[in-house]
């Protein structure tokens, strides 16, 4: 007879715990991630905490035109030289990317990911994203490209890994509401061989920012601050404004900015173009006036 009464007992206990563990179920549910801080897997030059559904290609096509301050004829700056790069990433996994792309400057071959560590949930349990990006880049310059150096004509590539450089950032960001998303990304720079009045490493921290005006129209911007005290002639800041339209598919960000290299390391280390913010930085002399130039990026993504 107590068999029974425990059977019974049991029966009437299994419906209070299918109720109990669907409670649980819907409060996993309800800790969903926040949608991602930005449209476009890079703010101007900088990569975002953006990672892509899983299967996903993002084509990405940048071009960078001449300054605007040129004292040649280029209107304004559309008839000087071009820096352009394009990229393939593609997702293995939602939160892993890795691509490639090709530079016109120094002919950069770049090799990229991206990871996911925390992601930024709708109940601010987790209140900010953290990714990181990493990126190994070779120059495929001619062997017989020359630098001077010490007045000396010599070969700018002695050995292979003359030509590498790498860099690795931590992006924070953090979604506030619909309009207004921003990041912080410190990073380090490295190049394995450099000028002599130059530090292989830089560490620099970068400053962003998204303000949605409409649904499909945002206000963008970026400050880089470079960190390590070159023994000589110090890299200026990088400072970019500009608008970001984006679909479904599609993003299109088009601005103006002091940097003209598309690689991150080769701005930070090597960026010459003032901000025309004269004394503000304590990196060196300042001009009066900046270098700005404009640019434009433009992504597009397929779903397999």
């Known amino acids: 007879m107590k068999i029974y009464k425990i059977l019974l007992l049991a029966a009437l206990a299994l419906p209070l715990s299918v109720f109990s563990q669907e ?81 016109k400057n120094q002919n950069y071959q770049d090799f990229n990911w991206k990871a996911s560590i925390l992601q930024q949930t709708r109940s601010n349990k987790i209140p900010v994203s953290v990714s990181y990006y990493g990126n190994f880049a070779i120059s495929a310059l001619s062997k017989d490209t020359k630098v001077v150096l010490n007045d000396v004509l010599v070969s700018k590539f002695i050995n292979t890994e003359d030509r590498y450089s790498f860099f690795n950032q931590l992006i924070i960001a953090r979604r506030f509401n619909p309009k207004l998303s921003l990041q912080v990304a410190p990073s380090v720079s490295h190049y394995n061989s450099v000028a002599t009045t130059m530090r292989n490493d830089m560490v620099a921290i970068a400053f962003g920012g998204r303000y949605k005006i409409s649904s499909q129209t945002s206000v963008i911007a970026d400050y880089s601050q470079p960190l390590t005290k070159m023994r000589q002639d110090n890299p200026y800041p990088g400072i970019s404004l500009g608008f970001e339209f984006g679909t479904s598919a599609h993003t299109f960000q088009l601005f103006a900015t002091n940097y003209w290299g598309i690689l991150p390391q080769d701005n930070y280390m090597f960026n010459k173009k003032a901000t025309g913010l004269e004394g503000n930085f304590g990196f060196g002399k300042q001009k009066k006036s900046g270098q700005y130039l404009i ?4 992504t597009r993504n397929y779903n397999f």
């Open 23 to 103: 409670q649980v179920n819907d409060t996993i549910v309800k800790e969903k991630p926040e949608r991602p801080a930005f449209e476009s897997s890079f703010l101007f030059d900088n990569p975002t905490n953006v990672l892509f559904s899983k299967n996903t290609l993002e084509v990405q096509m940048s071009h960078r035109f001449g300054e605007l301050n040129d004292d040649q004829n280029n209107l304004a700056g559309f008839y000087g030289a071009a820096n352009i790069r394009i990229g393939l990433t593609y997702a293995i996994h939602e939160r892993l990317t890795i691509g490639f792309g090709t530079t």
């Open 295 to 298: 640019g434009f990026n433009i």
